[in-house]
């Protein structure tokens, strides 16, 4: 047998193991030999049972997904699950850790799944831009249902072991070792004698489907996919499976697999799956990690709340600082009434919210934090602010704590600096509700040390984040490019774009809203602020602000939003102004195109990543598709900013970039060194 794949036959059981290490992923190294072990087992007289076992620490993840887009090499996991579909006697697959993708696909091809407790099962392919192609739209809907299999395999979220047993996706859930109650399983179904009836042959489940509620439901999915192709492609197999024929729902099934797993937007989703891991990798991964047991945080606002809300959900115990009592107090009962809210939609028990709720301790005082391993500071957007903070933190912090601020734009070097340990300052810019967003940009100082930043790294994925490590800027690699994608919206504007044919250009691209349904969201107040602290104007956005209109929470902005309403509606007042502002300038208002809206918002948006990778602030052009698709909404299908660069052409953005240039003179069209080699040479590689 190969490495990958053995066989241990224990008293008339043969336990098939698949090693392939770190996820069991089903490589063409493993499809082989788990091929030949399978046909041998089938005829062999002294086997009474199989089970397929996986070595380490999960069962199979999936397909190998540094296979896709390269020539197929038989057989293919279909071929192997319809040999062990085959077989007569009790095939038993043993999960413990996640059995996923082609993983669960595998396991569907058994007569029996057994799970450890902490296992979770799902068929994550959406995500990858793809649909199960192992039968996985066929088979889970004979067990679980079309409407759950619907939602399992459109959400790509894996279901835990006894909600699976509930379901019916497995047979039965054990606590300790797994083998040996498989084992004994097995060899109480092959004492049974049987009949064992494979996934394929079960259709009692589905022939219940309702199938004009479940339509309904692929309708409001189909809507809600915002122009990606798998989610649909999902509904549409399951949908196959309740109406066709087993063997012509996975015919049809192959043909979307095959379709999708060409396309630009798979492609797409496959590079930010491994882009996001690229990322939370660092040079000198030996580096000892300091430990961290608790956090302190200071500023108990929006951010510092969310802040603390993320540490705390990651099972960290947080110190919450604020400036008076009463600030406190305010901070606290949100974050209260956050986790009753969270209670209220389901997503969180009573019990956890009490666990959750316990971990916080307030405080006015600094001496509080001495106690803390990393204190993240959430206050005001001011140097001056932020620099006496340090000198506080300095004065009480014990040596090697971690100091991070969370600040959104200012020199962390020169914050550093006001303290006596810069190796131990680095900036955590989390984004807003920091207990939700996914994204933090880690900055890594001028003099922060290799622990401290491995260190937060490290704490970041185990809070649940996805980190880019990135450097010191105005604005870091986010905001410093949503600024270069802002500087145009304004000038649209005025030659005679309105704010909702901007934003449905945006949303028709993928976004989930366009740059001023987000400012509205955010409150123009802040852009505002910063504007006025930089010497800078917006004329439209800063008389809106003049004139009361901060966004949503005002109820009006660049929309309106009526009776506490969340639906922007565009206000005939707001277009007055801009007409008004655009003839002081004397521009004559024209019809703009989506074409011209996305050229010149997202073409600057590229030219400035270009300018952040030469400047060595993002380490790859993957890390900065990984900051916009996370934190910003940059559509997945399309892989984040750099990676669509290459999709739209570098040589036609610089092209484009160059024309605007010339009519403009202004900076942001002046193609980057960087993009001009791209467009040469079809490579970021500074
Ligand atoms: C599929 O199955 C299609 C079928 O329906 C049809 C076939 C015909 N392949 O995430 P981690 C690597 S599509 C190759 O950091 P964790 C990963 O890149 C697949 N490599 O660990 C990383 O490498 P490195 C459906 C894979 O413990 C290392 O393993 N399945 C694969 O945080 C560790 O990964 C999925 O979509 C793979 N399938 O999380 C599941 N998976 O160390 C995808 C991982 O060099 N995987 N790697 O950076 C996951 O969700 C997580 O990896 C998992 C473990 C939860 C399993």
């Given at each position: 047998?190969?490495?990958?794949?053995?066989?241990?036959?224990?008293?008339?059981?043969?336990?098939?193991?698949?090693?392939?290490p770190p996820v069991n992923a089903l490589s063409f190294h493993v499809r082989e030999?788990?091929?030949?072990?399978?046909?041998?087992?089938?005829?062999?007289?002294?086997?009474?049972?199989?089970?397929?076992?996986?070595?380490?620490?999960?069962?199979?993840?999936?397909?190998?997904?540094?296979?896709?887009?390269?020539?197929?090499?038989?057989?293919?996991?279909?071929?192997?699950?319809?040999?062990?579909?085959?077989?007569?006697?009790?095939?038993?697959?043993?999960?413990?850790?996640?059995?996923?993708?082609?993983?669960?696909?595998?396991?569907?091809?058994?007569?029996?799944?057994?799970?450890?407790?902490?296992?979770?099962?799902?068929?994550?392919?959406?995500?990858?831009?793809?649909?199960?192609?192992?039968?996985?739209?066929?088979?889970?809907?004979?067990?679980?249902?079309?409407?759950?299999?619907?939602?399992?395999?459109?959400?790509?979220?894996?279901?835990?072991?006894?909600?699976?047993?509930?379901?019916?996706?497995?047979?039965?859930?054990?606590?300790?070792?797994?083998?040996?109650?498989?084992?004994?399983?097995?060899?109480?179904?092959?004492?049974?004698?049987?009949?064992?009836t494979p996934v394929r042959d079960r259709d009692d489940v589905i022939k219940e489907t309702d199938l004009a509620a479940f339509d309904a439901e692929v309708a409001d999915l189909a809507r809600k996919a915002r122009g990606l192709e798998a989610p649909v492609a999902c509904a549409q197999a399951v949908r196959n499976a309740v109406t066709l024929p087993f063997d012509e729902a996975l015919a049809e099934e192959r043909a979307l697999f095959v379709k999708l797993v060409a396309s630009d937007q798979s492609r797409a989703q496959r590079h930010l799956f491994f882009a996001e891991r690229e990322a939370a990798k660092l040079p000198g991964k030996d580096v000892v990690k300091r430990r961290i047991a608790r956090v302190g945080v200071i500023g108990a606002g929006t951010m510092g709340?969310?802040?603390?809300?993320?540490?705390?959900?990651?099972?960290?115990?947080?110190?919450?600082?604020?400036?008076?009592?009463?600030?406190?107090?305010?901070?606290?009962?949100?974050?209260?009434?956050?986790?009753?809210?969270?209670?209220a939609r389901g997503s969180l028990s009573e019990d956890a919210k009490r666990q959750r709720l316990a971990q916080f301790k307030g405080t006015v005082d600094h001496a509080d934090l001495a106690d803390c391993d990393?204190?993240?500071?959430?206050?005001?957007?001011?140097?001056?602010?932020?620099?006496?903070?340090?000198?506080?933190?300095?004065?009480?912090?014990?040596?090697?704590?971690?100091?991070?601020?969370?600040?959104?734009?200012?020199?962390?070097?020169?914050?550093?600096?006001?303290?006596?340990?810069?190796?131990?300052?680095?900036?955590?810019?989390?984004?807003?509700?920091?207990?939700?967003?996914?994204?933090?940009?880690?900055?890594?100082?001028e003099k922060t040390a290799p622990d401290a930043l491995a260190t937060v790294v490290d704490l970041a994925r185990r809070i649940g984040k996805v980190a880019v490590v990135v450097g010191v800027c105005h604005g870091f690699v986010g905001n410093r490019m949503l600024a270069a994608r802002g500087s145009e919206s304004e000038a649209l504007l005025l030659e005679g774009a309105t704010p909702s044919q901007i934003d449905k250009a945006?949303?028709?691209?993928?976004?989930?809203?366009?740059?001023?349904?987000?400012?509205?969201?955010?409150?123009?107040?802040?852009?505002?602020?910063?504007?006025?602290?930089?010497?800078?104007?917006?004329?439209?956005a800063d008389t809106l602000?003049?004139?009361?209109?901060?966004?949503?929470?005002?109820?009006?902005?660049?929309?309106?939003?009526?009776?506490?309403?969340?639906?922007?509606?565009?206000?005939?007042?707001?277009?007055?102004l801009i007409r008004g502002k655009a003839a002081e300038k004397g521009i004559v208002p024209r019809t703009i195109g989506a074409d011209e809206i996305i050229e010149r918002t997202l073409y600057p948006l590229i030219n400035e990543g270009a300018k952040i990778l030469e400047e060595g602030i993002a380490a790859r052009a993957s890390d900065i598709d990984v900051v916009w698709v996370n934190g910003y909404g940059f559509p997945v299908g399309k892989g984040g900013p750099m990676f669509w660069a290459g999709l739209e052409g570098a040589a036609r953005i610089v092209g484009r970039l160059r024309y605007w240039h010339e009519r403009t003179g202004k900076n942001v069209f002046k193609p980057a060194p960087l993009l001009e080699r791209m467009a040469e040479t079809g490579s970021w590689q500074v």
């Open positions: 047998m190969s490495s990958s794949v053995s066989v241990a036959n224990e008293g008339g059981v043969a336990i098939v193991t698949i090693d392939n030999p788990l091929m030949q072990a399978l046909a041998a087992l089938r005829d062999d007289a002294s086997v009474a049972a199989i089970v397929i076992a996986c070595a380490g620490r999960t069962f199979v993840a999936g397909a190998d997904i540094t296979e896709f887009g390269k020539p197929m090499q038989h057989p293919e996991l279909r071929a192997i699950v319809a040999v062990l579909e085959a077989i007569a006697k009790p095939t038993v697959a043993a999960i413990q850790g996640t059995a996923l993708g082609g993983g669960l696909e595998l396991a569907l091809g058994c007569h029996f799944r057994v799970a450890d407790q902490g296992a979770r099962l799902g068929l994550p392919e959406v995500k990858l831009g793809i649909l199960p192609g192992g039968g996985g739209t066929v088979r889970l809907p004979r067990l679980v249902g079309a409407a759950k299999a619907l939602k399992m395999i459109v959400s790509g979220t894996p279901i835990g072991a006894d909600e699976a047993y509930g379901a019916g996706l497995v047979d039965a859930v054990f606590e300790g070792d797994l083998t040996t109650h498989v084992v004994n399983f097995v060899r109480e179904m092959a004492r049974k004698g049987g009949p064992f709340g969310g802040i603390a809300m993320a540490f705390a959900n990651g099972g960290f115990p947080v110190t919450l600082l604020e400036t008076s009592q009463e600030a406190l107090r305010r901070g606290l009962a949100t974050i209260e009434k956050n986790y009753t809210v969270s209670v990393l204190i993240v500071e959430a206050a005001f957007e001011d140097m001056a602010v932020k620099k006496e903070i340090f000198g506080k933190l300095d004065a009480v912090a014990r040596p090697g704590a971690i100091l991070a601020t969370n600040t959104s734009y200012l020199d962390i070097d020169e914050i550093a600096a006001s303290t006596s340990r810069p190796q131990d300052v680095l900036g955590l810019h989390f984004f807003s509700p920091a207990n939700v967003m996914k994204l933090l940009e880690i900055v890594r100082a945006f949303t028709d691209f993928g976004w989930p809203m366009g740059p001023f349904q987000m400012g509205d969201l955010a409150g123009l107040d802040i852009g505002w602020r910063n504007r006025k602290a930089r010497g800078l104007t917006a004329v439209i602000c003049e004139q009361g209109r901060f966004g949503q929470k005002t109820g009006r902005g660049f929309y309106l939003y009526e009776n506490g309403s969340r639906m922007p509606v565009p206000d005939p007042e707001v277009e007055a």
